[in-house]
């Protein structure tokens, strides 16, 4: 079957521009998550959905990150105004539902860097 | 919510040496286990994962065995070659799944 999708692969914006990133999740997958992961750390979790409803988004930036899955199939995280620390790989993750699926299956991930 | 510490990086070994990355582990229940696998320009990869304790999860030559008694879920590999070299991520994940909280990562770089 076919994998996470995202696009772009790479984005590079001034600060205080804005910049969207589009994910596309394995068919079927209810379950989709975001991640920023900074040089040198683990992923972090932005957001997560279920279908088109937001589970849980407490570690995002609301003041400059939004993000939105309208029909609970592909997803669109966005950031505006841009700031330096915002330079980090983007990941997107999907999941399925059901008993024994609690395997999270990761996109190739956008790298944003802000100058 | 949960952590997880990974031992620091980077680890340079050999190809054919034996290799331990040391992974514990601070969870409420009992949390799915996960090794993940970054080479160098892709995204993460599921390694090996475990659900309950003293499960032990394979892939690859590489293995974890989950050790509630110690919080731990160390990944081994008896044989490394150059192709393991990668950055690999110990996680845990609560909620049936639903929340993954990251190590920092641990590089290893295997040489000839």
């Known amino acids: 079957e076919a994998g996470v999708a995202q696009s772009p692969r790479y984005k590079i914006i001034e600060k205080r521009q804005s910049v969207a990133f589009w994910c596309n999740p394995i068919s079927g997958h209810a379950t989709l998550y975001w991640y920023q992961q900074i040089l040198g750390q683990g992923p972090k979790l932005l957001i997560q959905?279920?279908?088109?409803?937001?589970?849980?988004d407490s570690q995002l930036p609301k003041d400059r990150f939004s993000a939105e899955r309208l029909k609970g199939v592909d997803s669109t995280l966005k950031i505006q105004p841009a700031k330096l620390e915002d330079s980090a790989v983007y990941l997107c993750?999907?999941?399925?539902?059901?008993?024994?699926?609690?395997?999270?299956?990761f996109g190739p991930g956008t790298r944003l860097t802000v100058l | 919510g949960n952590s997880v510490t990974q031992m620091e990086g980077p680890v340079t070994l050999s190809e054919e040496a034996f290799l331990t990355i040391n992974c514990t582990y601070t969870a409420t229940g009992y949390p799915s286990l996960f090794w993940y696998v970054q080479y160098p320009g892709e995204g993460l990869q599921l390694l090996l994962k475990?659900?309950?304790?003293?499960d032990k999860g394979s892939n690859k030559g590489f293995e974890a065995t989950y050790r509630k008694e110690t919080t731990s879920f160390h990944l081994e590999k008896g044989s490394v070659q150059v192709s393991d070299s990668a950055v690999y991520f110990c996680?845990?994940?609560?909620?049936?799944?639903?929340?993954?909280?990251f190590g920092t990562g641990t590089q290893l770089k295997v040489e000839l």
């Open positions: 475990a659900t309950k304790a003293d």
């Open positions: 996680a845990t994940a609560e909620g049936g799944g639903n929340k993954l909280t």
């Open positions: 959905f279920q279908n088109n409803g937001v589970v849980d």
């Open positions: 993750a999907s999941r399925s539902q059901g008993a024994g699926t609690d395997t999270q299956y």
